[in-house]
């Protein structure tokens, strides 16, 4: 969080209106981390308010609710449970920090959000198939229908990264069994959402020129 860096930033912020609201998503070991950073550096050098979010866990309530869906493998939870929890973190948060934040001109950057439900929940977890649009709707609510002015994905070859992955936690055996759904989930989003929604391809040996694509996309909504 830097939200305390410069007072006079964040006044010029709030006089120029709305602040801006990017998510970055993408599957497993996509390199989601070295990007999300070079986000936070870019806003730092513009000298652009804003707030780093996860999900689950920003709140004090998403901190427990983070405990249940990430550190207890234990609990063997239904998709179902999980998309509850998982929507629920999200209430608080949208409720007590990026609603209030944007309206005060501060900007968002977030790591996953409602995306990650739709394809781990919604195509991994079957919830898709057996409960249709039921995702898609709770989604809407806990967002209270905003959207992302700009949703970073990050595209590749899940199957050929998943292989690479050594004793692998719960949701990275389910993701292990059906790589092709996290592939072809995140292109139907984009699909979906084209409005909002860049596609970034993975380059293994260049992750730079995959933030200076981000950046290049940054600079025509922050202009």
Not at 22 to 51: D, M, N, T, W
Not at 75 to 104: M, Q
Not at 160 to 178: A, F, G, H
Not at 196 to 201: D, E, F, G, K
Request: proline content about 5%; hydrophobic content about 35%; aromatic content about 10%.
């Amino acid at each position: 969080m830097y939200l305390d860096r410069e007072k006079s930033i964040r006044e010029d912020c709030v006089r120029m209106g709305k602040g801006r609201y990017i998510i970055l998503e993408g599957g497993e070991y996509f390199g989601k981390s070295f990007q999300s950073k070079g986000i936070e550096k870019y806003f730092l050098e513009k000298q652009i308010p804003f707030i780093s979010v996860r999900e689950p866990g920003q709140t004090e309530p998403g901190k427990i609710i983070r405990n249940i869906l990430q550190e207890r493998e234990d609990f063997d939870l239904h998709p179902l449970t999980e998309l509850f929890l998982y929507s629920a973190d999200r209430v608080e948060t949208f409720h007590k920090i990026i609603k209030p934040s944007l309206n005060k001109g501060i900007s968002i950057l977030e790591d996953r959000s409602w995306p990650s439900t739709k394809i781990y929940q919604g195509k991994l977890g079957g919830l898709d198939l057996e409960y249709k649009g039921l995702i898609d709707y709770i989604n809407k609510i806990a967002t209270f229908g905003i959207l992302p002015d700009r949703l970073f994905i990050l595209t590749g070859n899940q199957k050929e990264l998943i292989k690479k992955i050594n004793n692998k936690d719960r949701m990275e055996e389910k993701v292990s069994k059906n790589p092709e759904l996290i592939d072809k989930g995140y292109l139907e989003i984009a699909k979906n959402y084209p409005d909002i929604s860049i596609l970034i391809p993975y380059q293994k040996d260049n992750p730079k020129a995959m933030q200076q694509e981000i950046r290049n996309h940054l600079e025509r909504i922050l202009d």
